[in-house]
């Protein structure tokens, strides 16, 4: 019965097209709408534009300490993929869900609704929490103003589950993340006579060079980390436009570089790679053209999860999961690190269904994960019920 609970919110969470650039209200409402059916209050916060809402609900004595489930509510675009089936119209067969967002990661969300209305009626000694964001695809933006509110309350959590699909492994780490537009100015001239301007494509062009010279060396030199598939840094170009017209030398080129590190401490050195790239390029043509160079503005950043695996807040949850449940990291960004930051708490990631079927045409989740992330929540509310202490392992 409690799964069939479970299903009927995947398939309503599923039907909400949130994709990131639109509204994700319709969804916030409903799940509101939904808690307040059991009075559960829901507390939302909008973005500047209200057109997006972040929400946090409680249940549970709130002056103790408890647990924080965390979820995502928006899911990325489906054009251009060949769906069989429509993306918003959840479609059950084969026991799988498929629909856009089933795995990355409305399935989890289903899961913890469910556990916070099951919550709900029992007698809970410590509370659970649950939070769910917006703007998570382009960089974990949206979530900035719900953790202020978070970490203004007068009692933080234990620890944070955040939900992304990890088929219930425990990931205690996943990378962080900067993003930076690089804008190359050049001099445009005519292409009949490019010795006269400098091409700022050609400029984009060294500045990548560059850039594909200091991976070979981050290769090596970073911090190693074999739990990761790739077990260092990397430097990634992932978007690149200039030029107006064959004949005329570009003036601009605009690249977005994207940078992903397994330890906080990298980040500054990382950033002074890319500005040292880009200042010894545009040094290399001052003398002609003083009015020419490499610029570099940040776009989004999040730190990276960096949880021990021994940490008691791991070995707790391992007490709750199969006997088989292993502790990975994953290569993929969540919010993780972010609520370890300005919660100052344990993060870790763990839900169900796998990135495998993430961002792809014909999306699913197995409904095998779906009902072991309920039996897993259910132990949780078990344990919110005996008011145990995690030291008690």
Same mark, same amino acid.
Request: charged letters at 30%; hydrophobic letters at 30%.
């Given at each position: 019965m409690a799964l069939n609970k479970v299903l009927e919110y995947c398939h309503a969470l599923m039907s909400y097209p949130t994709l990131t650039d639109g509204p994700n209200l319709d969804l916030v409402y409903w799940?509101?709408?939904?808690?307040?059916?059991?009075?559960? $209050?829901?507390h939302l916060i909008y973005d500047q534009e209200r057109k997006k809402a972040n929400l946090f609900a409680s249940v549970g004595p709130q002056e103790k300490e408890g647990i924080l489930l965390s979820g995502h509510t928006d899911v990325v675009a489906t054009e251009g993929q060949s769906w069989t089936t429509p993306p918003f119209q959840p479609t059950q067969r084969d026991n799988k869900i498929y629909a856009r967002g089933a795995a990355d990661m409305k399935g989890f969300i289903a899961c913890a609704l469910h556990s916070l209305v099951s919550a709900s009626k029992l007698p809970l000694q410590r509370p659970l929490h649950l939070s769910l964001s917006?703007?998570?695809?382009?960089?974990?933006?949206?979530?900035?103003d719900l953790l202020v509110h978070l970490s203004e309350r007068p009692v933080k959590p234990l620890l944070c589950i955040i939900g992304e699909p990890t088929s219930m492994q425990l990931a205690s780490g996943?990378?962080?993340?900067?993003?930076?537009?690089?804008?190359? $100015?050049g001099r445009p001239g005519?292409?009949?006579?490019?010795?006269d301007a400098l091409n700022a494509i050609h400029l984009a062009s060294d500045f990548i060079q560059a850039l594909r010279g200091q991976q070979d060396l981050l290769n090596k030199s970073t911090p190693q980390d074999t739990a990761y598939d790739v077990p260092h840094a990397t430097i990634h170009v992932g978007t690149i436009a200039g030029g107006t017209a064959v004949n005329i030398v570009p003036e601009s080129c605009k690249m977005v570089v994207e940078i992903r590190y397994i330890k906080a401490s990298e980040a500054p050195s990382l950033i002074k790679t890319l500005e040292t790239c880009a200042e010894q390029i545009t040094q290399r043509y001052a003398a002609?053209?003083?009015d020419v160079g490499i610029t570099l503005k940040k776009l989004v950043s999040y730190p990276p999860l960096e949880t021990e695996n021994n940490d008691k807040a791991v070995r707790f949850l391992s007490s709750l999961l199969a006997s088989d449940t292993d502790t990975i990291k994953v290569a993929f960004g969540a919010e993780g690190g972010l609520y370890s930051q300005y919660l100052g708490v344990p993060a870790i990631v763990c839900g169900p269904g796998s990135m495998k079927q993430g961002h792809k045409a014909d999306e699913f989740i197995e409904i095998g994960q779906l009902r072991r992330c309920n039996e897993f929540l259910m132990n949780i509310n078990e344990w919110l019920v005996s008011g145990r202490t995690l030291d008690c392992l």
């Open positions: 799940i509101r709408d939904e808690l307040d059916s059991y009075n559960i $209050k829901s917006y703007d998570e695809e382009i960089g974990c933006v949206g979530v900035h996943h990378k962080g993340k900067i993003t930076f537009e690089v804008m190359c $100015k005519h292409s009949a006579n490019p010795a002609r053209f003083s």
